[in-house]
């Protein structure tokens, strides 16, 4: 398997790429950038205006690479791959225990277990780091969510685990401002706000989950399964559902630390955003590079797979985990294990 | 008498490698369209670009004719493949004729692997799949052949006799009931995963064994709960 993966962003507006060998050549207004080695690639992220050349689509394509188009706020446009990999008794399958109502409720009954369990994980590593500073409330949803975690995994109805699911949301989101250590009045967070995100910490975390929804696409069409076709979410055209399962055991422990180290770290700041007449929040052209600095940073960290137990990078925890999904799904593995932080 | 499977039902001659090696490699491969290139397969198709290159497809040198990247097929086999290079021996009988070539010529197939000699019949079985279908196709005799090995370089001849033939044939309808089947057989660890090629996708320590990822949520949640 490919062991280090990585993702390129291209973010100058008007940037062209092209091929050049077995490289990339990147150029602006005409003029040469620089060349990046297409092996070791898995995806070419640009963002706004950015040309690509059809020799480089079809090589990329040809090495499995994607290439997807995003705004310059971060809202999927477009994507660009080869053909469907895997294979149609996968997806025979896939589609044959989504519909079956138990085996349905049992897998999304793991993406609800990891999800909670790893929201749960953050909030008592930092009852653990700041003892002083987490109040009561951080301890009390810590209990909360350890009720969830039970009912959960006694749970095989998939619209109870969903309202499981939602109330753990609220327990993690509820003391998620006590895990925010710096002063600023606008780097707080109140409540989680979507559409449009409202705040500084919402705007931030909006950004990296479109990122990660973007890699576990990826990682799902890398190993033949059908992105749309969910457990936990319901159908909805043009909702890549599965990639919204498998996104939950990660939002807490790949985009939530993220975030939270990028505040606390002061690598982004409040002048770094732009509040709108509407109130909501929009990134700025620099903090949106640190951010993606930092993403692509977080993916190379290395961490021990807890079910593989194999030394992986975070950035292929989605492959591994579509991989582990599909493996089930064929019938080579009982369960699906999700990614539980240790 | 055997049966003849159709066109439709045609499967890659090299699965029969895979499957003299691992079912379960074989089934990803086939089953689940999984091939992932790892050291020795990268080498093993650089080996192949450098038979191939720029060589002409087919050359006379002296008494043999030297043929490259044959497509090949057996109805009675159920496979269709290509044969790196069928070299034509000539022979004084029992041979075909060759095109523009006066007299009798005997196919000679040889196929080039990067490592060296195996102890099991993989590769034999695969070179003695190419010769069935080389004598289906052409209605010739094909009793030898050879394996050229990259690692010592040096040919191996191999000798397509009664047991080696009826070897291949079983696996050849091993291989057939397996892609019917369409499930895969459990992983069973051992040696050879460590090399294998498919042993990411295949995860040989975690799957195929009962309860594995059950038994993992649970004790994942009882730990958690123990520190929480
Ligand atoms: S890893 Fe082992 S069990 Fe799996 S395909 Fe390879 S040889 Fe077979």
């Known amino acids: 398997m490919k062991k280090h993966l990585n993702t390129v962003y291209v973010t100058t507006p008007g940037a062209y790429l092209s091929l050049e060998g077995e490289a990339i050549l990147v150029k602006t207004d005409g003029e040469v950038k620089g060349r990046l080695p297409m092996h070791m690639l898995e995806s070419i992220v640009c963002f706004g205006h950015v040309g690509i050349s059809p020799p480089l689509m079809f090589a990329a394509c040809e090495r499995g690479i994607c290439i997807a188009w995003f705004t310059e706020r971060g809202r999927f446009q477009a994507r660009v791959g080869g053909p469907v990999s895997g294979n149609i008794l996968l997806r025979k399958a896939q589609y044959r225990s989504s519909e079956e109502p138990s085996c349905k409720a049992q897998i999304a009954r793991s993406f609800v277990i990891g999800k909670i369990a790893n929201c749960r994980s953050i909030l008592q590593r930092n009852v653990r780091d700041h003892p002083e500073k987490a109040g009561s409330d951080a301890k009390e949803a810590v209990d909360a969510l350890s009720g969830s975690l039970r009912c959960a995994s006694e749970c095989l109805d998939v619209d109870t685990l969903r309202g499981i699911e939602g109330m753990a949301a609220n327990y993690y989101y509820g003391v998620f401002d006590g895990m925010i250590h710096v002063d600023e009045d606008s780097l707080r967070f109140r409540n989680r706000s979507r559409r449009p995100p409202l705040d500084r910490v919402n705007a931030l975390l909006s950004f990296i989950y479109t990122m990660l929804v973007h890699d576990c696409v990826s990682a799902l069409e890398g190993v033949g399964l059908d992105p749309q076709a969910g457990y936990l979410h319901a159908d909805r055209p043009g909702r890549p559902s599965l990639a919204l399962d498998l996104m939950e055991e990660f939002r807490s422990f790949i985009a939530d630390r993220l975030v939270l180290s990028l505040i606390n770290r002061r690598q982004v700041t409040p002048s770094g955003f732009t509040v709108t007449e509407t109130g909501a929040v929009l990134m700025d052209d620099d903090t949106r590079k640190t951010v993606l600095v930092g993403y692509q940073e977080r993916k190379n960290e290395e961490l021990r797979h807890p079910f593989l137990e194999e030394q992986v990078t975070v950035g292929m925890l989605p492959h591994l985990q579509a991989r582990l999904l599909a493996r089930h799904l064929r019938g080579d593995l009982d369960a699906y294990p999700p990614f539980f932080v240790k | ?228």
């Open chain 2, 1 to 228: 008498m055997t049966r003849l499977y159709s066109d439709d039902e045609l499967l890659a001659l090299s699965l029969l490698q895979h499957i003299m090696f691992c079912e379960r490699q074989c089934s990803l491969n086939s089953n689940e369209q999984l091939w992932f290139d790892n050291k020795l397969t990268v080498s093993g198709s650089q080996l192949h670009r450098r038979v191939h290159g720029d060589a002409p497809r087919r050359e006379k040198r002296g008494d043999v004719i030297v043929v490259r990247e044959l497509l090949l097929c057996s109805h009675s086999l159920g496979v269709t493949g290509k044969a790196d290079v069928v070299e034509f021996h000539r022979v004084s009988i029992n041979g075909i004729s060759m095109e523009g070539c006066d007299g009798l010529w005997q196919p000679f197939p040889v196929e080039y692997k990067h490592g060296k000699p195996k102890v099991d019949d993989c590769d034999r079985v695969q070179l003695c799949a190419q010769a069935i279908c080389l004598e289906e196709m052409l209605g010739a005799e094909v009793p030898e052949g050879a394996i050229f090995y990259g690692r010592i370089q040096k040919r191996e001849a191999v000798v397509f006799d009664p047991v080696m033939r009826r070897t291949t044939c079983d696996s050849a309808s091993k291989l057939h009931a397996l892609v019917e089947g369409g499930r895969n057989p459990p992983a069973v660890f051992r040696d050879g995963c460590t090399h294998c090629a498919m042993k990411d996708a295949c995860m040989p320590e975690v799957t195929g064994l009962r309860e594995k990822a059950s038994g993992y949520i649970v004790r994942a949640l009882s730990g958690n709960d123990a520190d929480g």
